[in-house]
T-cell receptor, first 114, second 114 residues
Framework: DVKVTQSSRYLVKRTGEKVFLECVQD?????MFWYRQDPGLGLRLIYF???????EKGDIPEGYSVSREKKERFSLILESASTNQTSMYLCASSLLGGLTGELFFGEGSRLTVL | GENVEQHPSTLSVQEGDSAVIKCTYS??????FPWYKQELGKRPQLIIDIRSNVGEKKDQRIAVTLNKTAKHFSLHITETQPEDSAVYFCAASIGGGSNYKLTFGKGTLLTVNP
């Protein structure tokens, strides 16, 4: 079974703090993604990566950065958290060149910025 | 970029009835259309997908249809059961599924009443 693990299920931070959300997958997947989930807005792509040290902007990258130093780990960074970044963050991975494009999601990290 | 519209946002049916969720997409180059199911408090999981060279695909009580000319695709669930209650997301991408950026619809909350 593919396992995508997000380090923190719940976080509470203050405005202006730097926030790190960590994601690790154990199936040697090339692709990794960070989505943000808000009620009524669905899943919106923040950043994705097809390879180590490679990153590409998704649809809502403003206020976020990412790091992929190792194939299994993809980190989302909020340089200066703001209240409008209060949300559920979902990490996902998928196999490049696989038979399907199935995304395997982590359980999510619910971030509250006060 | 791609835009995916999903309707309805909420759907309530009686157990045993059928449920239909519809999505439209904007980019005629999109060729991969998955559906994800997210139960309350859980991660989204792929339930069925279809590629643009196929008009319909079935898997037990679930079917997906695709109309490329009209740029819309639909999820059909027959003989609904309480465990079908969840949020369903449609998505579209260019790239055949394994090397792609998915754009999701905003989701449909399906409630199956016993």
């Amino acid at each position: 079974d593919v396992k995508v693990t997000q380090s923190s299920r719940y976080l509470v931070k203050r405005t202006g703090e730097k926030v790190f959300l960590e994601c690790v997958q154990d199936m040697d997947h090339e692709n990794m993604f960070w989505y943000r989930q808000d009620p009524g807005l669905g899943l919106r792509l923040i950043y994705f990566s097809y390879d180590v040290k490679m990153k590409e902007k998704g649809d809502i990258p403003e206020g976020y950065s990412v790091s992929r130093e190792k194939k299994e780990r993809f980190s989302l960074i909020l340089e200066s958290a703001s209240t409008n970044q209060t949300s559920m963050y979902l990490c996902a991975s998928s196999l490049l060149g696989g038979l399907t494009g199935e995304l395997f999601f982590g359980e999510g990290s619910r971030l509250t910025v006060l | 970029g791609e835009n995916v519209e999903q309707h309805p946002s909420t759907l309530s049916v009686q157990e045993g009835d059928s449920a239909v969720i519809k999505c439209t997409y904007s980019d005629s180059a999109s060729n991969y259309f998955p559906w994800y199911k997210q139960e309350l408090g859980k991660r989204p999981q792929l339930i069925i997908d279809i590629r643009s060279n196929v008009g319909e695909k079935k898997d037990q009580r679930i079917a997906v249809t695709l109309n490329k000319t009209a740029k819309h695709f639909s999820l059909h669930i027959t003989e609904t059961q309480p465990e079908d209650s969840a949020v369903y997301f449609c998505a579209a991408s260019i790239g055949g599924g394994s090397n792609y950026k998915l754009t999701f619809g905003k989701g449909t909350l399906l409630t199956v009443n016993p």
